[in-house]
């Protein structure tokens, strides 16, 4: 799992944006089924975990910018896609590459590419459509999943779990393929 953080962080830098977008919305159905028993990943299971590690991300990240001072004056600050309305939008993006879900409670997710304009708009309202920074996103689910790593890489069922997730072999899978690096 830190090498799929790790590589999305990369792909952020090397301005992939299509790439560092898709793969921050796999995240949390990644580690909703990590942590869970049966290792299988399911919309409540995402939606859960989105709104434990990740959704919190946004005000902290705010507040933490602001003079300490002021910080306390801050009460109401709450990032406006939920858990749910990431999932569709999570579904709507994945499976038919589009930023419109039927059910959605906003028209279209409009993602801004960073270094576009000086003005940063995260999380705003357009008439209908939600507005979010690309960049701040997927810090936000990156940051989420270090934090939920750090206090669940010992849970049993996340220790089952990461023995089957994905990884690079340098030297290959015996007995499949030895002598060339592979992902299995």
Same mark, same amino acid.
């Given at each position: 799992?830190?090498?799929? !953080? ?19 919305l ?5 580690a909703? +089924? ?8 399911t919309?409540?299971?995402? +939606?859960?975990w ?5 959704? =919190? ?22 990032? =406006?896609?939920?858990?749910?309305? $990431?999932?569709?939008?999570? $579904?709507?993006?994945?499976?038919q590459?589009s ?6 409670? #906003?028209t279209? !997710?409009i #993602?801004?590419?960073?270094?576009? &304009?000086t ?18 996103? $997927? &810090?936000?689910?990156?940051?989420g999943?270090? +934090? ?16 089957? #997730?994905v990884?690079?072999? =340098?030297?290959?899978? +015996? ?10």
């Open positions: 799992m830190h090498a799929l !953080i790790d590589q999305i962080e990369s792909s952020l830098a090397s301005r992939q944006y299509y790439l560092s977008l898709f793969t921050s796999s995240v949390p159905d990644i909703g +089924a990590l942590g869970s028993e049966n290792g299988e990943a919309g409540k299971k995402f +939606a859960a989105y709104e434990a590690w990740v959704r =919190p991300r946004f005000r902290e990240n705010v507040v933490a910018g602001l003079p300490h001072d002021v910080r306390h004056h801050i009460k109401d600050l709450e990032n =406006p896609l939920d858990g749910d309305s $990431c999932y569709q939008f999570r $579904c709507s993006l994945l499976h590459g930023t419109q879900h039927p059910k959605s409670k #906003f279209r !997710i #993602f801004i590419e960073p270094g576009a &304009t003005n940063v708009i995260h999380y705003g309202r357009m008439n209908d459509a939600l507005c979010i920074d690309l960049a701040h996103f $997927c &810090t936000e689910v990156l940051q999943a270090r +934090a939920w790593l750090a206090g669940h890489e010992g849970d049993p069922d996340v220790q089952r779990n990461l023995a089957r #997730f990884q690079r072999h =340098p030297n290959g899978l +015996a007995p499949y393929i030895v002598g060339v690096p592979v992902i299995g």
